[in-house]
């Protein structure tokens, strides 16, 4: 399951044909529950729900894990001062085009496993910035609901 490498194969080999100004990378078993604010979203940055997440932020349906479902007590976000670790989801996100012009999905070294975590730390070395979104869906295959980040903290 190398859906990261098949995308940045897919954008590097039609690069010249790409002329959208944001684009969309979704599941098939993603059903959205809400329209995606777009109001949200940075044209300079990775947008999507966190899998991890360290840091001040209330974002509601910002994690891909801790909602209702099969994920419901994973955990892996945790309130601090500031932020300190973002995993980005890999079930759907959102990107303008200038992120495929800084190379943010140009081919890298194939490896075994792909997860959030390699997804994530290719884009910090490439210097592209993230940004959590809220996103409320469902993964309908084995259900699991968007969770909040730092749902514990009341606003």
Not at 70 to 98: A, K
Not at 107 to 121: A, D, G, M, S
Request: glycine content about 6%; proline content about 3%; charged content about 25%.
């Amino acid at each position: 399951m190398r859906q990261f490498g098949k995308i940045c194969e897919f954008i590097t080999d039609n690069q010249s044909n790409l002329d959208y100004d944001w684009y969309i990378k979704i599941r098939p078993d993603v059903k959205l529950l809400q329209q995606i604010n777009f109001d949200n979203l940075v044209k300079d940055a990775v947008n999507a729900r966190a899998r991890v997440y360290r840091g001040p932020k209330f974002i509601k349906y910002g994690m891909s894990v801790n909602g209702k479902g099969i994920h419901e007590n994973v955990g892996h976000c945790w309130y601090e001062n500031e932020e300190n670790e973002i995993i980005l989801d890999d079930c759907l996100f959102i990107f303008n085009h200038n992120i495929i012009e800084k190379g943010g999905f140009r081919p890298f070294l194939k490896i075994v496993h792909e997860n959030e975590w390699v997804q994530t730390y290719c884009w910090l070395e490439r210097n592209i910035k993230l940004n959590v979104i809220g996103v409320n869906l469902v993964v309908t295959k084995n259900p699991s609901y968007s969770g909040d980040v730092n749902m514990y903290i009341i606003k």
